[in-house]
């Protein structure tokens, strides 16, 4: 038996990364959460890679946030002052900067930190059954390393009640409050998750990855800094070898 915390599997262009903890819910810790960061770099880094879908075991639980049983050996509450570079800041970087679009598959609950994750990727799909929680403040906590990311997609008011009462929201209230961008039954959520892969591979890689860095590179800029970036990346896109392709197919 394999004691790692973190699978990967490419197959047909798609890498699946799955947090492999079914029974103690999937948490995070020090240890997975470095698996998570070599299991996603190496998807960034393979180029037959084209998509990548974020996943944990089971059907009870996406992920449970932080390993509150880790303590000192692993555990996300606590650090280093002197070492700048929190272990979850780390992955959430590297998931903001990769050039593979990310697609959440929510299969249960994603409380604390698995919440931040939700909110990391590019799209999600959830289950119906699946709840999401920030229930940090229920035990004398606050939810800090998650908050950059779930700010970006969280409108505000929303995003402080979620944090300042610990309460769970449904997957509705998710799709409703634009957290995932669908929900499905249980067992339709592996042909939703297939569907959104097999039209991310149909369409141009570079266009893909230039669109998404650009994406990301934007969002903190005034408006004047993003209409300068965007007439540079235009005509860097203009020239990839798809685009060629593209045109000449056009006037074909």
Known sequence: MSDKNVLLEIS?????????????????????VGELIEAFETAQNDDKVLVIVLTGAGDRAFCAGGDLKAGKDGGPFTGDISQPGHFVIRLFTLMETCN????????GHAMGGGAGLVCACDIAVMSNTARIATP??????????????????????????????????SAEQALEYG?????????????????????ITARSPSAVRLGKYSYHAMQDMTIEQQFRFAETMLPRIATTEDAREGFSAFLE
Do not use: C, H, S
């Not at 047909?12 to 997975?32: F, Q, W």
């Not at 593979?100 to 299969?107: D, E, H």
């Not at 499905?184 to 998750?193: I, N, Q, R, S």
């Open 179 to 199: 957290i995932v961008n669908y929900v499905t039954e249980p067992d339709a959520l592996d042909a939703k998750v297939a569907e959104l892969t097999d039209l």
């Open 136 to 169: 940090e403040v229920k035990i004398g906590l606050f939810p800090m390393m998650i908050m950059p990311q779930m700010m970006r997609v969280i409108p505000r008011r929303r995003l402080l009640e979620m944090y300042i009462t610990g309460e769970p929201w």
């Open 12 to 32: 047909d262009g798609v890498a699946k990364i799955t947090i492999d903890n079914a029974k103690k819910r999937n948490p995070l810790n020090v240890p997975t």
């Open 100 to 107: 593979k679009p990310i697609i959440g598959r929510i299969n």
